[in-house]
């Protein structure tokens, strides 16, 4: 039984984490409608940030990971700037196909600056679990949880109810009805790109504190897909219940499938969920439902 | 279009693949340059042609399923991977000829695609397009976990034999993989000009608008799955003759990309674009690992690593400025040089 809820508590979490990181994907649909491929990418560059701000440099923790958080906005404007910019008009076909550039091309720039070398990642929350009585709650995961919960309503509320994150959602139902009523799509789009980036940053040093990081670290971004798909793109607070789910069916099966099995089931069952939900919902639990009009 | 001068009579003419005798010339001479390849380049370059094969026949696959029927597959690489597992298990299990193992690995890949292309019955837009990131995800698991396909250690392969005659040597599979790539080419210039072909145009330009005429859409989508992934099937059955080894590392997300970047550098929607793609980065990257020493040399305070890692860099930005500068890719630059070539001195 004590088992039984260490696992579901640790997937919980793990379930929260991957909710930051599909957060990510969510808020640059919601302020853009393109779904940005390269996520995972975004995660190593912010990863990379905060660690040669902290070990590199030499900064303390106060000052160097806001450096980070700022570095990441840049580049994530820079990036809206140098790709996004020129295609404002264009189909969103070819916006995301320049996301499947930009991963590589983000991926190449990771390795030219820091090198394809294991850097270890600095503590920034204790080692030290949280124990309470028989269970164990890594501390990381706990403060990121709650990071996620309150950033994630936030960002929910910013959405749905101040007039610009309004003004973004028009962008993210239809560029040229955004543009004609007069809402800058070049300005949404430099936001949504700002904002994936911090977050990615934010879910980097959770999902990275105390541990060891090099570009390979990419693949929790394709980890988080199912949690974003799971909840529909267009929902910010849905993503956290989707993690939840996604978190804790995986941590179960982990343990008590794999090694029945004796393979990572574990690993994929999130993707077998998603497809049964998608067949059932095709727009996710939580997505807008498009009405088609001729 | 067709330079003045050149009408057809009949219907038959119309629809010819071959419409000019430059065109046949120039189509008689390439293939000609094809087949006398080996006796002219060295050993590597022989084998950097024969990878540039193979990934011809993915790349036109891919080209069917996105540039033709417009459903982005993140899992070609997928595709592929089943259809090499498949030949080989066929091959090493059941001892079968390669060109049996060869369709039959198309079949099995075609099979799995149109799994993923099915649920184009309930899934649209994006979402399908991510669903076959599952694709690549499910690959990995069970050709990494099933028993019969050797795991981690992967999968060796006899060589393909013919009448006691075994394909070794470097030459033997470039002509191998040169007769599958010719019928496989031909086949997808067939397709795409029949009715499938235009069922996937309408569905790409415009998915209700195409129901409205009547179009199936779910089922054209689904066969556009199944089509590309039978040719990623059948690059992949090539790929483990030419290999003769077979693993799941072979076949990730990251090839997947490459194959996407390939159809968006040469043209998205032209079967002949997929083949200049294909040749195009393949041709970057070789050039890159191949200057790669000799630039290390010259600037002895760079790694190794860095030229791959500069190559990345550097086609990441090419696949971003032809989505910016020439969404069309170097096909419709083509196109466009031709026409006003034969409109000369008028601008149309």
Not at chain 2, 291 to 306: A, D, I, N, W
Request: charged fraction near 10%; hydrophobic fraction near 60%; charge should be positive.
């Amino acid at each position: 039984m004590i088992d039984f809820l260490n696992y579901l508590i640790n997937g919980a979490l793990v379930g929260l984490l991957y909710a930051l990181i599909a957060m990510g994907f969510v808020v640059i649909y919601r302020a853009s409608k393109v779904f940005n491929i390269a996520q995972g990418e975004l995660v190593v560059f912010g990863g990379f940030m905060v660690w040669w701000m902290i070990v590199q440099a030499g900064l303390p923790m106060a000052v160097g990971i806001p450096l980070a958080f700022v570095a990441a906005i840049a580049f994530g404007l820079a990036i809206e700037k140098i790709f996004f910019s020129r295609l404002v008009g264009e189909s969103v076909f070819s916006m995301v196909m320049v996301t499947i550039g930009l991963l590589i091309l983000i991926r190449g720039l990771v390795l030219v600056l820091f090198g394809p070398a294991v850097r270890p990642f600095p503590i920034i929350f204790p080692l030290k679990p949280i124990i309470l009585g028989d269970i164990l709650i890594p501390r990381s995961l706990l403060f990121g949880g709650l990071i996620t919960i309150a950033t994630g309503l936030g960002l929910s509320w910013f959405f749905n109810a101040t007039r610009t994150g309004l003004r973004m959602t028009a962008v993210a139902e239809d560029h040229q009805v955004a543009l004609s009523l007069g809402i800058s799509v070049k300005r949404s789009i430099a936001f949504a790109w700002a904002l994936g980036a911090t977050l990615s940053t934010l879910g980097a040093i959770i999902f990275l504190s105390g541990k060891s990081l090099n570009f390979l670290a990419s693949d929790i971004g394709l980890a988080a897909l199912p949690v974003a798909l799971l909840a529909g793109f267009e929902s910010i607070a849905g993503v956290l219940l989707a993690g939840l789910i996604v978190g804790i069916v995986q941590g179960l099966v982990t343990a008590y499938v794999d090694p029945a099995v004796g393979g990572a089931v574990g690993s994929v069952f999130p993707f077998l969920i998603m497809l049964a939900i998608l067949f059932i919902r095709p727009t996710g639990m939580f997505g807008w439902k498009t009405i088609e009009r001729v | 279009m067709d330079p003045a001068g050149v009408y057809a009579t009949s219907y038959s003419a119309d629809s010819a693949l071959v419409r000019t005798r430059a065109q046949a010339i120039c189509l008689v001479v390439f293939l000609a340059l094809l087949v006398a390849a080996p006796f002219v380049v060295g050993p590597r370059l022989l084998a950097i042609s024969t990878v540039m094969l193979i990934s011809s026949v993915v790349a036109v696959g891919l080209q069917i399923n996105t540039g033709y029927a417009g459903q982005i597959n993140l899992g070609q690489a997928a595709f592929m991977g089943v259809g090499a597992y498949a030949a080989g298990w066929l091959a090493t299990r059941f001892g079968m000829p390669f060109w049996l193992t060869i369709p039959l690995g198309g079949c099995a890949a075609a099979v799995f695609g149109f799994i993923f292309g099915l649920s184009a019955v309930r899934i649209k837009g994006f979402y399908l397009a991510l669903t076959t990131i599952a694709a690549q995800t499910l690959f990995h698991f069970f050709f990494l976990n099933l028993p019969w396909f050797g795991g981690s250690n992967g999968l060796q392969l006899e060589p393909a034999t013919l009448f006691g005659f075994a394909f070794v040597s470097d030459r033997s599979l470039y002509y191998l993989c040169l007769v599958v790539t010719v019928i496989m080419t031909f086949g997808a210039y067939g397709i795409a000009r029949g009715r499938h072909g235009r069922a996937f145009v309408a569905v790409r330009d415009d998915d209700v608008a195409a129901g409205m005429m009547g179009i199936d859409v779910v089922r054209t989508k689904a066969t556009a799955f199944l089509v590309g992934a039978f040719y990623a099937g059948v690059g992949g059955a090539l790929w483990a003759y030419f290999v003769r080894f077979v693993a799941v590392d072979q076949f990730t997300l990251f090839h997947s990309i490459w194959f996407i970047a390939m159809i968006i550098v040469g043209g998205m929607g032209s079967v002949t674009g997929a083949l200049i793609g294909v040749f195009v980065i393949k041709a970057m990257q070789e050039t890159f690992v191949t200057l790669g020493p000799s630039f290390v040399e010259l600037f002895p305070g760079l790694g190794g690593e860095l030229v791959f890692a500069l190559m990345n860099v550097f086609l990441g930005g090419v696949i971003a400025a032809f989505l910016i500068f020439e969404p069309r890719g170097l096909m419709h630059r083509w196109n466009i040089i031709k026409r006003s070539y034969r409109m000369w001195p008028f601008p149309y």
